[in-house]
Nanobody
Framework: QVLLVESGGGLVQTGGSLRLSCAASGGTFSNYAMGWFRQAPGKEREFVAAILRSGNTYYADSVKGRFTISRDNAKNTMYLQTHSLKPEDTAVYYC??????????????????WGQGTQVTVSS
């Protein structure tokens, strides 16, 4: 069983930045593909970014150029550095892990483990 714990959310003004962290335990972190998803009120959970165990990354078009996903296998931690935040980025951000780590998938149902989420609110 893999436990994922997000942190780093908060309230920020438009144009601001936040760094989200996802600490993993209970498994071999370096073997997993890791991803970030978000869910705004009244909307479905959506893919934000993912990083394979190889280090290859993939981003949703809505965040490309503004968000950077990274991982530190020595610390069992994944990060999402966000810049130029917009009100439409407001959501609960979730980290996820996938044991089949060779291919990036964006569908929520394809990910095996989930954290409890951290709230990001961007004020206009």
């Amino acid at each position: 069983q893999v436990l994922l714990v997000e942190s780093g959310g908060g309230l920020v003004q438009t144009g601001g930045s936040l760094r989200l962290s996802c600490a993993a335990s209970g498994g071999t972190f370096s073997n997993y593909a890791m991803g970030w998803f978000r869910q705004a009120p009244g909307k479905e959970r959506e893919f934000v970014a993912a990083i394979l165990r190889s280090g290859n990354t993939y981003y949703a078009d809505s965040v490309k150029g503004r968000f950077t996903i990274s991982r530190d296998n020595a610390k069992n931690t994944m990060y999402l550095q966000t810049h130029s935040l917009k009100p439409e980025d407001t959501a609960v951000y979730y980290c996820a892990a996938r044991t089949r780590a060779a291919v990036i998938v964006t569908a929520v149902r394809m990910w095996d483990y989930w954290g409890q989420g951290t709230q990001v609110t961007v004020s206009s």
